[in-house]
Every structure is written in structure tokens, then in C-alpha cells.
């Protein structure tokens, strides 16, 4: 479905992505794992159309779309819940999903996405006509997961859906995404969270400052990479233990 090669990427003179490339097939759960400035948000920047990369070529559905603008992309059928969940505060929650229905309006089929959209996120119904702002971290995380879903996209990604939640909305988030996954919708999720992330995922890759450490299985991934050397700087000897 998603096929990265050979991806750079830059933020003026600095190279935040080093020839990476990957593949997402359709209904798979993917994790991109890393430390901070590991490369992931800019890969999926680059995957949507927000960063232009400096070279290498992104192609979804056997279309090339390396550079097009991010709403064209959108309208192919990738959408993204960013880092920081980025709802419009000042909106009510039924504004949000109605912005997030914009690329594929259909005003029928609208009434039929927000009773999914209710069945799947409850509180979103008991918000409805809340402003965003009033809604707690993990409400405002379900309502950016919720817009992206409005758009029907084929690929969902998500940059760090747990970030700054406790950890009973962490399992919250978490439940939802398995859901997600189980109703076969197709995910490439970034999330500090490795050890959750991985028991989710088909499939791994791991970045460190820009360059592809690994990819393959979880299985793979537990016998062939200490993830705590990535996250924590060790010395590849295995004196970190995290269980996966």
C-alpha cells in the first residue's frame, strides 16, 4: 500500500532523515520506533505532504505522491492524528468532525459516520457540542483520532497517541487502536511506548538519528535489537532489559 525509498529530509542544513525506506501493506498494523530526534514525526511529515523531502520517492496505491500538497494527499487517502492532537479548541466537537469530513463530504453517509464515530468514542456524543478546549487529554485524543477517521482514509497514522495521558488513558488509547486494527483498518503508528506499540504491531522499524536500525518482526525485533540501547544510549552489550 505505503512504500518509502531511499528517503532524505531536511530542516535547512539539518539531515533529519538518511535514505530510509519502508513498507506499510494494506491491513497491517506498522510501529516506527525511536528516541526523540530519532526521524519519526518527519518521516510521517514527509508521508503527508507537510515536509517536502529533499529526495527519494513515497508511493501509495502504486502512486507516486513524493511532494504533492497536503490535502491532495489527504484526498488519496492517507490522513494523520499529529503529535499534540492539534483539535480546534475554540470548535465544538461536532465542528471538529465535520472538518474532518470536508475531503469527502457526503451528507448521508455523514450521519452514518458519526453514529460509528459514537459507537466507537462514546464521550464524543456526551461532548458533542462542547467546545474542544473543554475536553480532557484523553477526550481531545479520541476526537483527533475520530476527524482523521471522518475522511474514511485508507492509511491512518498516528504520531504519539499516548503522549502526556495517564496511564489508565494510556490503556484507553491503546484498547481503541487494537479495536482499530481488529475492524482492519491499515495503521503506521509512532509511539515512544515500545513495548506497547510492538505487542500491536505486525511489523517494526526502528529509526535512530535518521538512519533505519531495524525492521522486521516483533519476533525479529526481540532477538536481534536491545530496544533500550535506542531509547537510552547503551553500549549494544544488553545491560538494559525491556521486556517486549
Do not use: W
Not at 530526534?37 to 510521517?44: E, F, N
Request: aromatic share 6%.
Amino acid at each position: 500500500m505505503l512504500t518509502i525509498k531511499d528517503l532524505n529530509a531536511s530542516y535547512g542544513a539539518i539531515t533529519a532523515l538518511h535514505g530510509l525506506s519502508l513498507e506499510v501493506e494494506e491491513g497491517e498494523l506498522v510501529a516506527l520506533l525511536g528516541t526523540n530526534g530519532a526521524g519519526k514525526s518527519t518521516t510521517l511529515k514527509s508521508i503527508c505532504g507537510v515536509l517536502k523531502p529533499t529526495s527519494g520517492t513515497v508511493t501509495f496505491l502504486g502512486e507516486e505522491i513524493t511532494g504533492k500538497t497536503p490535502e491532495a494527499i489527504l484526498r488519496k487517502g492517507i490522513s494523520l492524528v499529529p503529535e499534540g492532537r492539534e483539535i480546534f479548541t475554540s470548535l465544538t466537537v461536532s465542528e471538529n468532525l465535520r472538518l474532518g469530513a470536508f475531503s469527502s463530504y457526503n451528507k448521508k453517509r455523514y450521519q452514518a459516520d458519526l453514529e460509528e464515530m459514537f459507537e466507537l468514542f462514546p464521550i464524543l456524543k456526551d461532548r458533542f457540542n462542547q467546545p474542544g478546549g473543554l475536553l480532557s487529554g484523553g477526550e481531545q485524543q479520541q476526537l483527533a483520532i475520530a476527524r482523521a477517521l471522518m475522511s474514511h482514509p485508507k492509511l491512518l497514522m498516528l504520531d504519539e497517541p499516548s503522549l502526556g495521558l495517564s496511564p489508565t488513558l494510556v490503556n484507553q488509547i491503546f484498547d481503541l487502536i487494537a479495536k482499530l486494527r481488529e475492524r482492519g483498518t491499515t495503521i503506521l503508528l509512532v509511539e515512544q511506548n515500545a513495548e506497547r506499540a510492538v505487542h500491536l504491531a505486525d511489523r517494526v522499524y526502528v529509526l535512530n538519528t535518521g538512519n533505519l536500525e531495524f525492521a522486521g518482526t516483533p519476533d525479529q525485533l526481540e532477538k536481534e535489537l536491545d530496544i533500550a540501547d535506542v531509547y537510552f544510549g547503551g553500549d549494544g552489550e544488553g545491560h538494559h532489559e525491556v521486556t517486549l
